[in-house]
């Protein structure tokens, strides 16, 4: 089969408003020119349409004219590498996802290993931070958790009582080996993230020592979270007010 022929028949298959690269066409590395030639024939045609330097789509046709992909869709990109997750919602998106805030962002961050240059979907803005840990689609659930932990003093309109509610529930519905991840990578974020992780698994009496996770943290240090005993019972064995 000619590669032209290749390439069509791999767009035709992908449904309207998803958005793909070149990577997404399973080409070998000697058939990448050819493929950017038929492509470009494609767009010129208005079959696929181009989004961004080697990011497409195929308009998806309705009575009120052709629609864009959805920006989650376009967010899609940003994720994943083929099937492989290199990225996570963080920061107030996220906190709003979790119901740890009322309010809606305008812009979005995502937590990558590799930092980017800002960039646009649609009218978002994506910013990008630095993850504390490699990012896989077996964790990123993990990180957003610690994300979370680590942020909490700046979470906005934040009802603390309610959020540490909020985040117990999630840590309580994780599987044992899960919580064991999580108890792994928290040793990669800073301190207060360390102690209040400590502090909600000691509150909710998981069964694992917590003595080398408390032993993580300068027991000289004081961490102003808000949180009051009230809140949290065992808050200030964890230097913790």
């Keep these: 089969m000619k590669i032209a022929c290749k390439i069509k028949t791999k767009i035709d298959k992908i449904p309207p408003g998803k958005v793909f690269k070149y990577q997404d066409l399973g080409l070998l590395n000697q058939e990448y020119s050819a493929a950017a030639k038929t492509i470009s024939r494609m767009v010129k045609q208005k079959n696929i349409k181009r989004i961004s330097t080697g990011v497409f789509y195929k308009p998806q046709k309705t009575i009120f004219g052709e629609l864009r992909p959805s920006e989650n869709e376009q967010l899609r990109l940003y994720l994943f590498n083929g099937r492989k997750r290199i990225a996570y919602v963080t920061g107030p998106a996220l906190f709003n996802r979790l119901n740890l805030t009322t309010q809606v962002p305008k812009n979005i961050n ?42 909490f003093k700046k979470i906005p309109d934040l009802n603390k009582k309610s959020a540490i509610k909020r985040i117990k529930a999630l840590i309580v519905d994780l599987k044992d080996l899960d919580i064991k991840r999580l108890m792994k990578y928290v040793q990669d974020y800073p301190p207060r993230t360390r102690a209040l992780l400590g502090a909600l698994l000691e509150s909710i009496n998981w069964k694992e020592d917590l003595s080398k996770l408390k032993e993580s943290i300068n027991s000289l240090t004081t961490f102003k979270l808000g949180i009051t005993i009230e809140i949290l019972p065992n808050s200030k064995d964890w230097f913790i007010k």
């Design 110 to 151: 995502l937590a990558s290993k590799i930092r980017r240059p800002v960039s646009k979907v649609g009218n978002i803005e994506v910013r990008w931070v630095k993850s504390y840990v490699d990012i896989t689609n077996k964790n990123y659930f993990l990180l957003e958790i610690l994300d979370a932990l680590k942020d």
